[in-house]
């Protein structure tokens, strides 16, 4: 991979969008690299927490317009990197049964603020900002904003903020709900590093039921949604963790879990 580092230690895979210079823009071969590494994070057994963040002083400022230019120019605007990049990346991001942090140390624009509404938990520097930037450049919201944004705003606000791509400073991407945390800049990496110590240290098969029954619940009726949940509880119940987590309980001990 050249444009994304990706390092694991404390079963926590650190993915690092890494192309500084450009704002981490992404090109074609960036949505490769990403892809790859959030796939080997998702498949790896070894990995129980995912961290995404960006290197220099942007997290991502969404596809690489230069590239994009060029392609446009040489005819080739329908490339199709909605379909063949933007969906699987946000896809893996949101379907592996993990937890995935983002942590957002600067500017998030277009598909790169899709990027971190993709994931689980986003937690930012006070030098984050989110720019809806699609409209600006004459798009539509892709990388699933126009279905993560208004999960986590609710429909006025993300139809406003798609629409008129005023970009939002940590502050008020706090208020609104966006983030989880804001910290200082300097703190950012040890913080949502530690963060996902903490969800790698957790219940991962009862995590990945947790993030397929809320994604199926934000869709279905209730009977569908408490259909589910009790199938996935039944998986649940069968987990060492599950057992092993009840029997620390009752002795009142601190409980270990190991990831099954
Ligand atoms: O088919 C398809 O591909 C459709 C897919 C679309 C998905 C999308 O992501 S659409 C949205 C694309 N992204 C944008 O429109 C964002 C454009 N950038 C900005 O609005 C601003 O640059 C930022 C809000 C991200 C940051 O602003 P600021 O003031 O902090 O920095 P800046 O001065 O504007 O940018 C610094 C440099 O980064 C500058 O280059 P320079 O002048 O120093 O050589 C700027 O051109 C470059 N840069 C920023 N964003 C991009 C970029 N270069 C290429 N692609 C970018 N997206």
């Known amino acids: 991979m050249n444009d994304v580092l990706y390092s694991v230690d404390d079963a926590v895979a650190t993915v690092t969008i890494?192309?500084?210079?450009?704002?981490?823009?992404?090109?074609?071969?960036?949505?490769?690299?990403?892809?790859?590494?959030?796939?080997?994070?998702?498949?790896?057994?070894a990995v129980r927490a995912v961290l995404l963040t960006g290197s220099g002083r942007a997290f991502c400022a969404g596809q690489d317009l230069n590239e994009h230019a060029a392609n446009l120019e040489a005819g080739r605007g329908l490339n199709d990197t909605v379909r063949t990049h933007y969906n699987p990346i946000v896809r893996t991001i949101a379907e592996m049964g993990k937890p995935v942090v983002a942590a957002v140390n600067g500017v998030a624009a277009g598909a790169g603020a899709g990027l971190a509404f993709a994931c689980d938990l986003r937690i930012a520097s006070e030098k984050a900002k989110f720019a809806m930037a699609f409209g600006g450049i004459g798009l539509a919201p892709d990388s699933g904003t126009s279905w993560t944004l208004q999960r986590l705003v609710g429909l006025p606000r993300a139809t406003e903020l798609l629409l008129l791509g005023?970009?939002?400073?940590?502050?008020?991407?706090?208020?609104?709900?966006?983030?989880?945390?804001?910290?200082?800049?300097?703190?950012?990496?040890?913080?949502?590093?530690?963060?996902?110590?903490?969800?790698?240290?957790?219940?991962?098969?009862?995590?990945?039921?947790?993030?397929?029954?809320?994604?199926?619940?934000?869709?279905?009726?209730?009977?569908?949604?408490?259909?589910?949940?009790?199938?996935?509880?039944?998986?649940?119940?069968?987990?060492d963790d599950h057992l092993n987590a009840t029997r620390s309980f009752l002795n009142k001990e601190r409980p270990v879990f190991e990831g099954h």
């Open 166 to 239: 005023e970009p939002l400073d940590a502050a008020r991407a706090l208020e609104l709900g966006i983030v989880s945390q804001v910290v200082p800049a300097d703190e950012l990496s040890a913080t949502a590093h530690r963060l996902a110590v903490r969800l790698a240290q957790g219940p991962t098969s009862a995590y990945a039921a947790t993030k397929r029954a809320l994604e199926h619940a934000a869709s279905s009726s209730l009977a569908d949604a408490l259909a589910l949940e009790a199938e996935l509880q039944d998986a649940c119940v069968k987990t």
């Open 18 to 45: 890494d192309r500084p210079e450009a704002m981490n823009a992404l090109t074609t071969r960036t949505k490769a690299d990403l892809l790859e590494a959030l796939t080997m994070a998702s498949q790896d057994h």
